[in-house]
């Protein structure tokens, strides 16, 4: 009798204190996650051990809050009070929360090619002109077109990715390109309305990477033809970062032409 009565003292006692181990796994968790992009920028390490080690071993001390929080919910509701519940229960949400990033970025990298350079135009891509200097100095992905193979697998993955076609003539639909890069709240880099080329960055907010974009405008028939080229400094994939950009930068570029195009 007495020994049972001790087991069960201690069974309560450990249950009693789950819901506060459930929130340091949380809070583990909470912490990998955020050296990742912290360590980058502050350049303690390399981009990729923050996604090939920091963001899996919060993604499991996550599940390990998720695990825990369930367990002490199943087992332990009638002997921790109404706080340890909530304590339980707002562990879950964090572990669950913390553990899907990871798994999201696994699962877009899985769906999508392994390229960083996307553009409307797979067979004459627009040439980067003022970031190739920079790229080259950094030691970062070089500004050439990688060619037919990248084209094939852009080509298999975003269809959809195509020139737009604007009723107005290429001077009038330079400033039409240039005000809508401006609306995207790109960095401008340069815009050379001789040549047709608009030049600019955009930056993540979480990570800080830097992808260049750059924008030819050239006469076709009457009027005149958009062409988008997107690449990633950094990464030989972009988790479908590119072709997003250049899909939100054709839409917007749709609506401010009445939806031509």
């Known amino acids: 009798m007495t020994i049972a009565t001790t087991a069960s003292g201690a069974r309560g ?34 981009y990729r051990f923050a996604f090939l080690n920091l963001m899996p071993w919060a993604a499991y001390f996550g599940v390990a809050a998720l695990v825990v929080s369930v367990l002490t919910l199943l087992l332990g509701r009638s002997r921790i009070e109404g706080r340890g519940i909530t304590v ?12 899907y990033v990871p798994w999201h970025y696994d ?10 350079d996307i553009t409307t135009d797979p067979d004459n891509p627009p040439p980067f ?34 020139p737009f076609s604007l009723a107005l003539p290429p001077a009038a639909a330079f400033n039409r390109a240039f005000d809508t890069a401006q609306q995207m709240g790109w960095t401008l880099l340069a815009a050379d309305d001789a040549a047709g080329r608009i030049e600019a960055s955009d930056r993540s907010r979480w990570f800080g990477f830097t992808d260049d974009i750059v924008i030819r405008v050239t006469a076709s028939g009457s009027g005149s033809r958009i062409d988008l080229r997107s690449s990633s400094r950094l990464g ?14 054709l839409a917007a ?9």
């Open 13 to 46: 006692s450990v249950l009693r204190h789950a819901p506060l181990l459930a929130v340091a796994l949380a809070v583990i968790a909470a912490v990998l996650l955020a050296l990742g992009p912290i360590g980058w920028r502050a350049g303690w390490w390399h």
């Open 88 to 99: 339980a229960i707002l562990a879950f949400a964090a572990g669950g929360l913390i553990a």
């Open 107 to 116: 699962q877009v990298r899985k769906t999508v090619p392994p390229i960083h």
């Open 129 to 162: 002109v003022v970031v190739a200097p920079l790229r080259q100095e950094r030691g970062e992905n070089p500004v050439v077109y990688e060619g037919a193979k990248i084209a094939e697998l852009q080509r298999r993955a975003y269809p959809d990715i195509v």
């Open 236 to 249: 030989r994939s972009d988790f479908g970062v590119n072709a997003a950009r250049i899909g939100s930068y």
């Open 253 to 261: 570029l749709r609506a401010t032409a009445g939806g031509s195009g």
